[in-house]
């Protein structure tokens, strides 16, 4: 057996100093400034604004004063934090980075993640969504990747939602469920609930609403759908319709994502080859509020590590 | 994960006999022979590969995508929060997750927490918090039926499928907690690449027994 030698790992860094320069090239040449986020977060500010987040998977440190502080579990909030706050009305931006987060595994140890991400703020239009997501497309035919790219609206979910009449706390099992596309849990969900026929209907198909865009609107035409849930798939359709790149995009209607700060476009992205989806984002436009100020916003973000995985294996 | 073909993780043991004999039944598993010692079967012609591993296993096959599916019994399912999809349930690996203890005794407590033996101490935890009952959890990896007969906890929570393995030690199922059954379980990346052929798989899957809801 042999191990790796200097060459090797020399060219292991080399490749991925390529593709970040790639990458950041790509991105600035589009008008995307860099950002470097701060190293450290004040916990308790962290854990009051992202509530979800796991409190014990945050690598914690303690300052000379006793304060606590966490080693940057994402860097959306840091770039929230310094960003928000200091908006100036009618502005556009588009900012990137390029950096690493930290996290506790399940099993205790530190892990981190290069995180690569891309930021558009103060433009709430459909070309805005439509230029994020084809940014995307340019990512990964930089490096000659196939990918797929699952997208929905999150409007679609809160529509069938809204007529079910959930509490919070239902909301959040009913989307966890869907997140595990779990057909036993879904069904048993549907018979505690008083649900009418419609829904109910609408509901036992809701796994199997992906694919093709044209093909989820044939399947659509047998459902009732309220407004909220006809309007979403609308917009959804349009900014599909009008993306470079389109065979790339699933329609998956189930999508939902950890966080809950999304409203409108979602998506999640995979590669072939790599076990993980190595992308995801969507409009957070609720998110920036909570920093004091509700403004347009959308964004993704992608694991580098993996995608120069895969660039090495197609060398 | 196969460019061509679909993998399939199976747990050795019943609920693995029970899975084998499914896919007999829809024509996909002609090629496990169950008096071999051997661990993978691999089906050229459907371009379909077995794999024979650990019940406790099939899940990490899963999630790293060296198996694109696998079957496994929804108490596994509950115990490791994993990302995977659980597409469908099937109609074998019925049993109960309950909590048991001796046999017309008042569970004896010398203080407020309740000493409880199990393999499951994910799903004990999360039971227990939501009646907001203090627990102290002992692990265990097997024959926890002995650890209330011998003083080591004042009940169990395990699985129970017939009740046999309790009454023969002079226990009881004091509460149920949930039903469990056979899973279908799907690999995220797996499920988006060969969405088509694994939505085949369940159809035919479905139509020789698949649940939504157990009635009873």
């Known amino acids: ?315 | 994960m196969n460019e061509n073909y679909l993998t399939i993780a199976l747990p050795k043991g019943r609920l693995g006999d029970e899975a084998i004999l499914k896919f007999k039944g829809i024509g996909y598993g002609d090629v496990i022979l169950s008096d071999s010692r051997k661990l993978i079967f691999i089906d050229d012609e459907k371009k379909l590969k077995f794999m024979l591993v650990k019940p406790s296993d099939v899940m990490t096959y899963v999630e790293s995508g060296v198996a694109d599916l696998g079957i496994i019994g929804s108490d596994t399912l509950l115990e490791d929060e994993k990302n995977l999809y659980e597409l469908l349930p099937l109609d074998f690996g019925f049993c109960t997750f309950a909590v048991a203890g001796k046999k017309g005794e008042e569970i004896h407590q010398r203080d407020d927490v309740l000493r409880i033996a199990t393999k499951y101490p994910n799903t004990t935890k999360k039971y227990f918090k939501e009646k907001n009952q203090a627990i102290e959890i002992i692990k265990l990896n097997g024959s926890v039926e002995l650890a209330p007969l011998v003083g080591l906890s004042d009940v169990i929570v395990d699985i129970v499928e017939t009740g046999k393995t309790l009454k023969a030690n002079g226990l009881e199922v004091l509460e149920t907690m949930m039903d469990v059954s056979a899973r279908l379980i799907s690999n995220p990346v797996s499920y988006r690449f060969k969405y088509q052929i694994i939505r085949d798989l369940m159809d035919k899957l479905k139509k020789v027994g698949s649940i939504y809801v157990k009635n009873n």
């Open chain 1, 1 to 315: 057996m042999t191990f790796l030698n200097m060459m090797d790992e020399l060219k292991y860094q080399q490749t991925k100093f390529q593709v970040n320069q790639k990458l950041q090239t790509l991105i600035s040449n589009e008008g995307y400034i860099l950002f470097e986020p701060s190293f450290f977060e004040d916990y308790e500010a962290f854990v009051l604004k992202n509530k979800r987040v796991k409190k014990e998977r945050m690598i914690k440190m303690i300052d000379h004063d006793g304060k606590i502080l966490v080693l940057r579990p994402d860097i959306t909030t840091s770039l929230m934090r310094q960003i928000i706050p200091k908006w100036q009305d009618r502005s556009v931006l588009r900012i990137f980075y390029n950096s690493t987060i930290f996290s506790r595994t399940a099993m205790g140890q530190i892990d981190t993640i290069r995180q690569f991400g891309v930021e558009l703020l103060g433009d709430g239009k459909k070309t805005a969504d439509l230029e994020v997501l084809n940014l995307i497309s340019n990512v990964f035919n930089l490096f000659n990747l196939d990918y797929v790219i699952e997208v929905s609206d999150t409007r679609f979910l809160e529509g069938v939602m809204s007529a079910l009449k959930l509490n919070d706390q239902e909301q959040s099992k009913f989307k966890d469920i869907l997140y595990r596309k779990s057909t036993y849990d879904l069904n048993k969900f549907i018979e505690t609930k008083n649900i009418s026929k419609d829904t109910t209907q609408l509901l036992e198909s809701l796994f199997s609403l992906q694919g093709e865009l044209s093909m989820i609107e044939d399947k659509l035409k047998s459902f009732a759908l309220n407004e909220q849930s006809k309007l979403a798939f609308n917009a959804l359709k349009e900014r599909i319709n009008a993306l470079d790149d389109k065979k790339r995009y699933m329609v998956d209607l189930s999508l939902v994502s950890t966080y809950d700060y999304y409203d409108g476009i979602l998506f999640k992205g995979y590669l072939k080859g790599s076990q993980k989806d190595v992308l995801s984002g969507g409009r957070y436009d609720p998110l920036t509020e909570n920093y004091g100020k509700k403004i347009p916003a959308i964004g993704f973000t992608l694991n580098t590590q993996e995608v120069i995985k895969e660039v090495l294996v197609y060398e």
